[in-house]
Nanobody, 119 residues
Framework: QVQLVESGGGLVQAGGSLRLSCAASGSLVRIDAMGWYRQAPGKVRELVARIATGRDIDYADSVKGRFTISRNSAQNTVYLQMNSLKPDDTAVYYC?????????????WGQGTQVTVSS
């Protein structure tokens, strides 16, 4: 099994910054990609940013230039630095990790961390 532990959410004023982190642990053989998704009330979950093992990085258009995803491969940890936050960024943010455990591919989700941006 693979466990994800998220931290770093909270309440911030518009224009402020937050940093999310997500640490993966368990029977990991290989991690193929780590990323962040978010879900606002009444909306579908959407990709925010994703970093693959080959260092390919994808961002949602709405966060380009404001958010930065990074990864510490040695610690199986992914970070999301969020700057110039807007009220529209308010959502529950979920960490997502894809890879391989002993004998099987896996996709794991974190428990979610609330990010609230006040205007």
């Amino acid at each position: 099994q693979v466990q994800l532990v998220e931290s770093g959410g909270g309440l911030v004023q518009a224009g402020g910054s937050l940093r999310l982190s997500c640490a993966a642990s368990g029977s990991l053989v290989r991690i193929d990609a780590m990323g962040w998704y978010r879900q606002a009330p009444g909306k579908v979950r959407e990709l925010v940013a994703r970093i693959a093992t080959g260092r390919d990085i994808d961002y949602a258009d709405s966060v380009k230039g404001r958010f930065t995803i990074s990864r510490n491969s040695a610690q199986n940890t992914v970070y999301l630095q969020m700057n110039s936050l807007k009220p529209d960024d308010t959502a529950v943010y979920y960490c997502n990790v894809r890879g391989t455990t002993y004998g099987a591919d896996f996709t794991s989700w974190g428990q979610g961390t609330q990010v609230t941006v006040s205007s």
